[in-house]
T-cell receptor, first 115, second 114 residues
């Protein structure tokens, strides 16, 4: 099974500043998909951003962008201009293109935004 | 419509009760999932249905019994649960093949076993 590692259990950022959350993964596959999910306290898990491994260009969604380093098996999430609503648990996830329907999650990073 | 719905939102049950959790999606997804999640932890995979057939069972105790009556519905039948089964139960769905590749999650059922 693939493993996904998030080495930062907790992070904090000042409002309007930038923060980067780390994620590394272990795989022998060449084609796969990576995701960052956000789960605010007592609220629904939602997709923040996705990256297809075959794409060299880093994905961007408004204030959220990733730094995808395929050779290093690294997939970090950068949040720019942090807002109070960004406070949440962030989970990195991996999906194989072959075994298809199983997703592997990291242990999560709890992000606090300081006003 | 990118919504996965789950009922009930909250459930309190005794260890001898039988109850069911329900999940529904109308996105045409043919893969559906049950996860168990404890506070501040990642979701733990329990079951995966692919094209209405059980494709993954992560060695879940038999007191949890999944059912997929059709491509839009997923149930989780609960019987003789233990207090340690108290958790948030999440349903999710995704395309079984092809894009988009991400999962969509429901809001969850908060289960308390007394």
């Amino acid at each position: 099974a693939q493993t996904v590692t998030q080495s930062q259990p907790e992070m904090s950022v000042q409002e309007a500043e930038t923060v980067t959350l780390s994620c590394t993964y272990d795989t022998s596959e060449s084609d796969y998909y990576l995701f960052w999910y956000k789960q605010p306290p007592s609220r629904q898990m939602i997709l923040v951003i996705r990256q297809e491994a075959y794409k060299q260009q880093n994905a961007t969604e408004n204030r959220f962008s990733v730094n995808f380093q395929k050779a290093a098996k690294s997939f970090s999430l950068k949040i720019s201009d942090s807002q109070l609503g960004d406070a949440a648990m962030y989970f990195c996830a991996y999906r194989s293109s072959d075994t298809g329907n199983q997703f592997y999650f990291g242990t999560g990073t709890s992000l606090t935004v300081i006003p | 419509d990118t919504e996965v719905t789950q009922t009930p939102k909250h459930l309190v049950m005794g260890m001898t009760n039988k109850k069911s959790l329900k999940c529904e999606q109308h996105m045409g997804h043919r893969a559906m999932y049950w996860y168990k999640q404890k506070a501040k932890k990642p979701p733990e995979l329990m079951f995966v249905y692919s094209y209405e057939k059980l494709s993954i069972n992560e060695s879940v105790p038999s007191r949890f019994s999944p059912e997929c009556p059709n491509s839009s519905l997923l149930n989780l039948h609960l019987h003789a649960l233990q207090p340690e089964d108290s958790a948030l139960y999440l349903c999710a769905s995704s395309q079984a093949a092809g894009a988009p590749y991400e999962q969509y999650f429901g809001p969850g059922t908060r289960l308390t076993v007394t």
